[in-house]
């Protein structure tokens, strides 16, 4: 008989202590209820990549437009509910994999570092990541005739998946 308690003891603490802590994403929502109104002032490049920062922002802008039901606006009218600013330290470029008959970068890692934070009205932070960390890995173009043209849809690809990481970050409990 102790036999069989001390089994179902034993049983019940190893089903507690092995839970593997699965939720699904979305169900703890930090932002309070009462915001509303979200301002985007800019997001800052202090990296040398230029024009960076712009084409992050509006992709950072239409991700917040699409995905929630915030008002988002880019001019302060002064009845705004919280305030999301970033400054991207660095972005690198590195080659992955190279074409084995020309030679050529075929797959390229992309990382951008950023501060970001979003600051509700009192100057509380409702979230924040000082060293927001973004990694992708995009396929180059073989042919050299569409390699320039390649660029601008590459980058604005790159700012798509950061936006959306970003916004994920920020609207989800991770």
């Not at 001390?6 to 802590?21: K, N, Q």
């Not at 939720?23 to 490049?45: C, E, F, K, M, Q």
Request: glycine letters at 6%.
């Amino acid at each position: 008989m102790l036999r069989r308690v001390l089994l179902g003891l034993s049983a019940a603490l190893l089903l507690l202590t092995t839970s593997c802590g699965y939720h699904t994403a979305g169900n703890s929502v930090r932002l309070p209820s009462d915001l509303h109104t979200i301002y985007v002032p800019g997001i800052l490049n202090a990296s040398p990549a230029y024009g960076v920062g712009q084409v992050l922002n509006e992709a950072v802008i239409r991700e917040l437009r699409e995905r929630t039901n915030y008002r988002i606006v880019t001019v302060n009218d002064g009845d705004v509910d919280a305030v999301l600013t970033g400054t991207i330290y660095s972005v690198y470029i590195a080659p992955l994999t190279y074409d084995s008959v020309t030679g050529r970068i075929s797959s390229s890692l992309v990382v951008i570092v950023m501060n970001a934070s979003l600051t509700g009205k009192g100057g509380k932070v409702l979230w924040s990541n000082p060293y927001f960390l973004y990694r992708e890995q995009y396929q180059e173009s073989i042919a050299v005739a569409s390699f320039f043209e390649e660029a601008a849809p590459a980058v604005q690809r790159v700012a798509n998946d950061f936006a959306k990481t970003l916004v994920a970050n920020i609207l989800e409990a991770y």
